[in-house]
């Protein structure tokens, strides 16, 4: 294995570590909405290590932090494929649009569109996968307007304001981390 390969995985490995901690810290001091939704920052590592290293370093942080949480929590794996889908999506959508334009207002645009995707991407995402799968613990959710409601009042809202917050906090801290990333050891 190269030392190019090597540096990336365990950049990545560090990475998906901190997004970790950042979400088990963020179950136990997070501000929840709607009793299932949480505002939490276990994501920026995933936004910077994809500003950093491009989009397949941000998936693969989102993915293997969703992978590890599994085993902490008891959602049946409902709740990390809604997050992956979700926030992989967001950090697939800066990466691409960054990886063009490696700007500050690249990245500000590369924020904006991850945002609205990801808010699009979670409407659908829940409105046909993740809602169906809960409906059975949530007697609400068994009609097609009452998870239109959620997603529309709750869910969608909730997504946007949760992708500006993570965007303005990368904003503010990507040129201070990005050196450690992009060096060679």
Same mark, same amino acid.
């Given at each position: 294995?190269s030392?190019? =390969?090597? *540096?990336?995985?365990?950049?990545?490995?560090?990475?998906?570590?901190?997004?970790?901690?950042?979400?088990?810290?963020g179950?136990?001091?997070?501000? =929840?909405?709607?009793?299932?939704?949480?505002?939490?920052?276990s994501?920026?590592?995933?936004?910077?290590?994809?500003?950093?290293m !491009?989009?397949?370093?941000?998936?693969?942080?989102?993915?293997? @932090?969703?992978?590890?949480?599994? %085993?902490?929590?008891?959602?049946?794996?409902? !709740?990390?494929?809604?997050?992956?889908?979700? *926030?992989?999506?967001?950090?697939?959508?800066?990466?691409?649009? #960054?990886? #063009? *334009? =490696?700007? =500050?207002?690249?990245a500000?645009?590369?924020?904006?569109?991850?945002? $609205?995707?990801?808010?699009?991407s979670?409407?659908?995402t829940n409105?046909?996968?993740?809602?169906?799968? #809960?409906?059975n613990?949530?007697? +609400?959710?068994?009609?097609?307007?009452? @998870?239109l409601?959620?997603?529309?009042?709750?869910?969608?809202?909730?997504? %946007?304001?949760?992708?500006l917050?993570? +965007?303005?906090?990368?904003?503010?801290? #990507?040129?201070?981390?990005s050196?450690? $990333?992009? +060096?060679?050891?």
């Amino acid at each position: 294995m190269s030392n190019k =390969k090597t *540096n990336f995985i365990a950049k990545v490995g560090m990475l998906s570590a901190a997004a970790f901690l950042l979400q088990m810290l963020g179950s136990f001091m997070g501000l =929840k909405i709607g009793g299932f939704l949480e505002i939490e920052f276990s994501d920026l590592p995933a936004i910077i290590g994809t500003l950093a290293m !491009g989009p397949l370093a941000g998936v693969s942080i989102e993915l293997i @932090k969703n992978l590890i949480h599994t %085993f902490m929590t008891s959602t049946g794996f409902v !709740g990390e494929l809604a997050n992956f889908i979700v *926030n992989g999506t967001f950090v697939f959508v800066v990466g691409i649009i #960054y990886k #063009y *334009n =490696k700007t =500050k207002k690249g990245a500000l645009i590369a924020l904006i569109s991850g945002t $609205l995707i990801m808010t699009i991407s979670a409407m659908f995402t829940n409105l046909y996968i993740m809602l169906p799968l #809960y409906e059975n613990f949530m007697p +609400s959710l068994k009609s097609f307007e009452g @998870k239109l409601t959620l997603v529309l009042t709750l869910i969608t809202p909730f997504n %946007f304001v949760r992708g500006l917050i993570l +965007s303005v906090i990368t904003l503010l801290i #990507y040129k201070k981390i990005s050196p450690l $990333l992009k +060096s060679k050891n």
